[in-house]
């Protein structure tokens, strides 16, 4: 199984700062990671697929990238309604498999 | 607008079998570029893929190592509805379980969950 590792497991950050958490894969999946978003009692949020393309309806601030095996999330300006869970999830392969989850928390 | 509603009882006796149904609209569950899974969350909040089913010319399914011997996943397309069975369940089942679908033209995301159910294993 393909194994999805986040970083950081929790961050603090106030509104307005930028943020990036990184999802390391271990081994090659392509292009092919989503991010997701999860508040509490709620299902998880498609934010971006294929590393870097924004769902429809999402904000501009969120975004995402891809070097070789280690992908990134990155929040340009944090708003009030962004803190939350998020999750990467890898596409290449079965077991589809998921990061442990990074919980963004208000500074 | 894709919507998927998920029914099922909450509470579920070790060595039964769990039951969910997830009902959709705006979608086919025949679809020949969307997938259909099964996505569980332990309490702790990890996220672990079960399996899924889909409709290429007949049916398909896949299912995760952890469950394979106990999980049935199923499509009634008079419905357009698919559903879970977990079989001979344990405490270690107990999880919020959700649907969602896998769109190949979003490189195979999963860009629409349902509600989710929340499911207690206990006596």
């Known amino acids: 199984d393909i194994q999805l590792t986040q970083s950081p497991s929790f961050l603090s950050a106030s509104v307005g700062d930028r943020v990036t958490i990184t999802c390391r894969a271990s081994?090659?999946?392509?292009?092919?990671l989503a991010w997701y978003q999860q508040k509490p009692g709620r299902a998880p949020k498609l934010l971006i697929y294929?590393?870097?393309t924004l769902q429809s309806g999402v904000p501009s601030r969120f975004s995402g990238s891809a070097s070789g095996t280690e992908f990134t999330l990155t929040i340009s300006s944090l708003q009030p309604e962004d803190f939350a869970t998020y999750y990467c999830?890898?596409?290449?392969?079965?077991?589809?498999?998921f990061g442990q989850g990074t919980k963004l928390e208000i500074k | 607008q894709v919507v998927l509603q998920q029914s099922g009882p909450g509470v579920v006796k070790p060595s039964q079998t769990l039951s969910l149904t997830c009902v959709i609209s705006g979608d086919s569950v025949s679809s020949n570029s969307a997938a259909w899974h099964w996505i569980r969350q332990s309490p702790s909040g990890g996220l672990e893929w079960l399996g899924r089913?889909?409709?290429?010319?007949?049916?398909?399914?896949d299912f995760a190592v952890s469950v394979k011997s106990r999980i049935t996943v199923n499509a009634d397309t008079s419905k357009n509805q698919f559903s879970l069975q977990l079989n001979s369940v344990t405490p270690e089942d107990t999880a919020v379980y959700y649907c969602a679908r896998a769109e190949n033209r979003a490189a195979r995301s999963f860009d629409y969950w349902g509600q989710g159910t929340l499911v207690t294993v206990s006596s």
């Open positions: 089913t889909y409709y290429r010319s007949k049916w398909y399914n």
């Open positions: 081994q090659g999946i392509s292009s092919y």
């Open positions: 999830q890898q596409l290449n392969s079965y077991p589809r498999t």
């Open positions: 294929a590393a870097s």
